[in-house]
Nanobody, 124 residues
Framework: QVQVVESGGGLVQAGGSLRLSCTVSGLTFANYHMGWFRQPPGQERERVSC????????YYGDSVKGRFTISRDNTKNTLYLQMNSLKPEDTAMYYC?????????????????WGQGTQVTVSS
């Protein structure tokens, strides 16, 4: 049984930092491209950042470029998202997703497994 579990969310002041983690079990983590998505209240889920299976490629959305860093540790089956200089508009539920076939697609349906999410709230 595949499990995808996010952690590290919380309440932080604007300008602060958080590090999200996503631990995956039940599959060969190193075979999967990974992504972080977020869903602000009342809005659609959007792609934030992606990383390919070996960490050689990474993508960042324009709104987070230069502030967020994605990484992975295939020995620990864990994906990370370091978030710096947080803004109130970064407030959202953050989700981790795994894709075996495609790297960094925007479509939610292209991902095979999803976590339950971790809430990030940035106060002004």
């Amino acid at each position: 049984q595949v499990q995808v579990v996010e952690s590290g969310g919380g309440l932080v002041q604007a300008g602060g930092s958080l590090r999200l983690s996503c631990t995956v079990s039940g599959l060969t983590f190193a075979n999967y491209h990974m992504g972080w998505f977020r869903q602000p209240p009342g809005q659609e889920r959007e792609r934030v950042s992606c990383i390919n299976w070996n960490g050689a490629w990474a993508y960042y959305g324009d709104s987070v470029k230069g502030r967020f860093t994605i990484s992975r540790d295939n020995t620990k089956n864990t994906l990370y998202l370091q978030m710096n200089s947080l803004k109130p508009e970064d407030t959202a539920m953050y989700y981790c997703a795994a894709s075996w076939r495609t790297y960094c697609n925007r479509e939610i349906s292209d991902y095979d497994y999803w976590g339950q999410g971790t809430q990030v709230t940035v106060s002004s």
